[in-house]
């Protein structure tokens, strides 16, 4: 097995990194924008000839979800046209790609957890990007899996925690910060979602298709934030607002929560509560309240 990682320098691709150098030593080539551009079909095809690989997991996207609205053409470029060129060019040389994406193929107008198979309907710029990513792939390389994820953090990069706690430590214990209460989804450690993609690396079987994984349980980003807050010892204040109350450029999802059945029953995962993996991220950012 020869696995080529792309968007290897963002939260994922850091998490994914750890994770298989420690499973699969020597296996994976990282890649990302100053090594190879996806976005070129020509580069893309020969690099991916060359490294004779076998898998290639697709971390890379345009993920600035605001700006997408204004900068189409970057984000159509980086979700559509990039995944277009590795779809050609794996099929090209029988390699199996695993690519990410996202909850913001939906309305968020569901009442359920959704299930792979439901309707999508994404209602910002992003989300259709990544659902045109989604069938271009499986148009020209069915073989492929798609794993949609949400709420996504880790220890690096820029996520929804580092900047409460930011947000935190400007304000002070006296301060109060406004976050978003009618809006849920789960939180999701990009730790547990590397692990995951390792078991479905390392599985004897490969099920093509689209799967959902984000970690266990619902919140909403106050419900989110409160977590933050209380783990990390942090005092300010948390108040919750509505979504009308903190405009945004791009509309999102206002139930985000995925079902993920499917995935566990495939490849047999156990996924934990996303409060326990809060606590083991602010754990390792040194930021984790100790008991007394």
């Known amino acids: 097995m020869k696995i080529l990682v792309t968007g290897a320098n963002g939260q994922l691709g850091t998490d994914l990194r750890g994770v298989l150098e420690q499973q699969m030593p020597g296996q994976t ?9 996806l976005c070129d ?5 020969v690099f991916v000839e060359e490294g004779d ?9 345009y993920t600035a979800v605001d700006r997408a609205e204004e900068e189409k053409a970057a984000c159509s470029a980086i979700n559509v046209d990039a995944v277009r060129n590795l779809a050609v060019a794996a099929d090209r040389v029988g390699a199996k790609i695993l690519h990410l994406s996202t909850d913001y193929v939906f309305d968020g107008r569901s009442c359920r957890p959704y299930r792979e198979s439901d309707k999508v309907n994404p209602v910002s710029q992003y989300g259709t990007t990544k659902r045109k990513g989604e069938t271009q792939l499986l148009a020209i390389a069915p073989e492929s899996i798609i794993i949609r994820t949400a709420w996504l953090y880790s220890t690096t990069g820029h996520n929804f925690v580092k900047t409460m706690l930011r947000l935190a430590d400007e304000n002070g214990p006296e301060g109060t910060l406004r976050v978003v209460s009618d809006q849920v989804g789960t939180p999701t450690y990009s730790l547990d979602l590397a692990r995951a993609i390792a078991v479905v690396l390392g599985s ?4 093509p298709g689209i799967f959902n994984y984000t970690d ?10 409160c977590a933050v807050m209380r783990l990390s010892g942090r005092r300010t204040k948390v108040r919750p607002i509505l979504t009308e109350d903190y405009p945004t450029a791009a509309s999102r999802p206002w139930y985000s929560v995925l079902d993920k059945t499917r995935i566990k029953a495939t490849y047999g995962l156990e996924i934990p509560h996303w409060e326990t993996s809060l606590a083991d991220c602010l754990e390792r950012m040194g930021e984790l309240k100790k008991n007394k």
């Not at 080539?29 to 551009?37: G, Q």
């Not at 004897?204 to 099920?207: G, I, K, L, N, T």
């Not at 266990?216 to 934030?225: K, L, N, Q, T, V």
């Open 204 to 207: 004897r079987q490969w099920v």
């Open 41 to 45: 079909s020509d580069q893309v095809s």
């Open 29 to 37: 080539v990282y890649t990302d924008i100053d090594t190879l551009d």
């Open 53 to 61: 690989f076998t898998h290639i997991v697709n971390c890379a996207a």
């Open 216 to 225: 266990e349980g619902i919140a909403s980003w106050y419900d989110f934030a």
